[in-house]
């Protein structure tokens, strides 16, 4: 690794999660980048060195807000990179979520870095991480996606921050005007183009390997994982794409049309502070758009059909083959969602989930009920589950896998993740363990310890053998490698094969497949 130097200091007053202020002697080391030098910090049992708070564009704020990212500033002297950045503006909105960072700020844009003190010699795969959210919440920051565990098996991981909500997404037509491309909105995704760009250029004074770069994320990640691999502005950025639950399809692209984005943003501007005036609106004080954005429903803001980031529908650009040609591995989580979602408040009983079916389905109730039968009171609550989690994340990723796999030109890899969480103790008597939404990052990311449950042995080994996965196929667009059990290419000649990510893992053809084909008509019918 290309390295200015390395000093041994005295990091005083550490702030670690829970803990109280203490001293640690740890080694710091500088590198230096297009724009500076920056001066990270060496684990202190030796094995991970980190990189944090990287500014990859300037900050876009003032004239900067509502426009795509520009390049950084360039600093001189020796630039701290020891802790996390701010993250982007947000409210809170998911529960889950635990950031430590200084808090929201428009000032957002920055990356950090983990690889290992002693890699093997030659450059390291670099895997680069995009959180989820929903577009609206999210940070760099969260202990679940600290990547230094998911280092040590030899690859140099990167996470970055991307504007949110109105920040990441206002369409106006005076933002349209003034645009040498004629558009607005999607600077978030935006964002994400501007750090593969860094990445691109950078990664190889840090021991990366610019041309073996992949991208993963979930939920809102793996969104932005298929909507890059559409993009033509990031091709040649990345070589393989990996999406945990979620992507930009549904029946229909969920990227709306530039007018239609552009007349939610008029609407917005109009009701929250009586004009659309672009000076006006950038002298705004970032916390008075953000009390205005959050009156109104997460998916309000959203990225759009622009044609230049997303030339045209996604569906469109996966059909004809138009996506970046890289292998992909993806897949979603066994109960995404939760039975009440379907029944509308009604209790899970047979009379209420045949009648719940009939009133939203209508003539097409009795393909619903033959794909998700439940003629018991116990099975309505797994068919509406797995209904919901259908609708709301299985099915739009299936129909990615579906169609990359059709002219992506490269090897699908597929999976569900079956493991359940480990109940708490202060649990309800009767609570079932489920495997929900975003519980894998854990997983993936090696580090259990991030979150207050139970961990028995069992939920170890799925995170060594899912780490082992990604990693593999990070290094090679392969999953597979020594001690781990066989992980087939996802195609039709070979019953669509699952690999099912559990103690036990192994793979099977798809046993729900009519599922997600039913649901290319029933999705509509809301």
């Known amino acids: 690794m290309k390295t200015i130097r ?13 803990s109280a202020l203490r001293a640690q002697e740890l080694r710091h080391v500088q590198v230096r980048t297009a724009d500076g030098v920056v001066e990270g910090v060496v684990s202190a049992d030796d094995l991970v060195r980190t990189f944090k708070g990287i500014p990859f564009a300037a900050p876009p704020v003032g004239p900067l807000r509502w426009k795509p990212p520009q390049p950084p500033p360039p600093w001189s002297g020796v630039r701290p990179a020891v802790d996390y950045a701010a993250r982007p503006m947000q409210g809170r909105i998911y529960d889950d979520m635990v950031f430590h960072d200084p808090g ?6 920055y990356l950090n870095l983990w690889m290992p ?17 929903g577009m609206v919440a999210g940070s760099t920051s969260e202990p679940r996606q600290d990547g230094g565990n998911l280092s040590k098996l030899g690859v140099l991981v ?3 921050g991307y504007r949110l909500g109105a920040f990441g997404f206002l369409a106006l037509p005076e933002l349209t005007r003034e645009s040498e491309h ?6 978030g995704l935006l964002d994400m183009v501007a750090a593969l760009r860094w990445v691109h250029d950078n990664i190889a004074t840090f021991g990366g390997d610019p041309d073996n770069v992949t991208i993963f994320g979930e939920s809102a990640g793996a969104t932005g994982v298929c909507a890059l691999m559409a993009s033509p502005l990031a091709r040649g950025l990345f070589q393989r794409g990996i999406g945990e639950s979620g992507s930009v399809f549904d029946t229909e692209d969920r990227f709306h049309s530039l007018a239609r984005a552009e007349g939610e943003g008029v609407k917005f501007a109009q009701a ?10 950038r002298r705004l004080p970032a916390d008075q758009v953000l009390a205005a954005a959050l009156k109104l429903p997460h998916e309000y803001f959203g990225p759009d059909i622009d044609g230049w980031f997303m030339p045209t529908d996604g569906i469109s650009i996966y059909a004809a083959g138009r996506q970046s040609q890289v292998p992909l591995l993806a897949g979603w989580n066994r109960d995404e969602a939760v039975w009440r979602d379907f029944l509308k408040g009604a209790k899970p009983t047979v009379a209420n989930y045949a009648a719940r079916a009939r009133d939203r389905f209508g003539a097409q109730a009795d393909a619903f009920l033959a794909a998700y039968p439940a003629a018991t009171d116990a099975e309505v609550w797994r068919s509406a589950l797995d209904f919901s989690s ?3 994340i299985a099915y739009p990723t299936w129909k990615w896998i579906e169609l990359h796999r059709r002219t992506g030109g490269a090897p699908v890899y ?39 449950l139970p961990w028995r042995p069992e939920d170890y080994r799925v995170s060594d053998v899912m780490a082992s996965y990604w990693t593999n196929f990070a290094k090679t667009g392969d999953p597979n490698g020594p001690g781990l059990p066989h992980w087939p290419v996802y195609r039709p000649d070979d019953g669509f094969q699952v690999m099912h990510l559990r103690p036990d893992a192994s793979a099977a053809p798809d046993s729900h497949r009519r599922r997600y084909e039913l649901l290319e008509r029933l999705v509509p019918a809301r």
């Open 6 to 18: 390395s000093t041994s200091v005295l990091l005083v007053g550490a702030l670690l999660a829970g």
């Open 104 to 109: 929201p700020s428009e000032d957002c844009l």
């Open 117 to 133: 003190e002693h890699p093997a010699p030659g450059k390291l795969p670099v895997m680069v991480w995009i959180y989820g959210g």
């Open 158 to 160: 990167v996470s970055f």
């Open 182 to 187: 004629q558009v607005s909105g999607n600077y």
């Open 272 to 281: 929250a502070f009586g004009t659309t005036s672009l000076e006006a609106l």
């Open 390 to 392: 259908d609708e709301v």
């Open 414 to 452: 597929r999976y569900e993740f079956d493991q359940a969480l480990p109940l708490p103790p202060d649990a309800p008597p009767g609570t079932v363990p489920t495997a929900p939404h975003a519980s894998e990052i854990e997983f993936v990311f090696r580090v259990l310890s991030s979150r207050h």
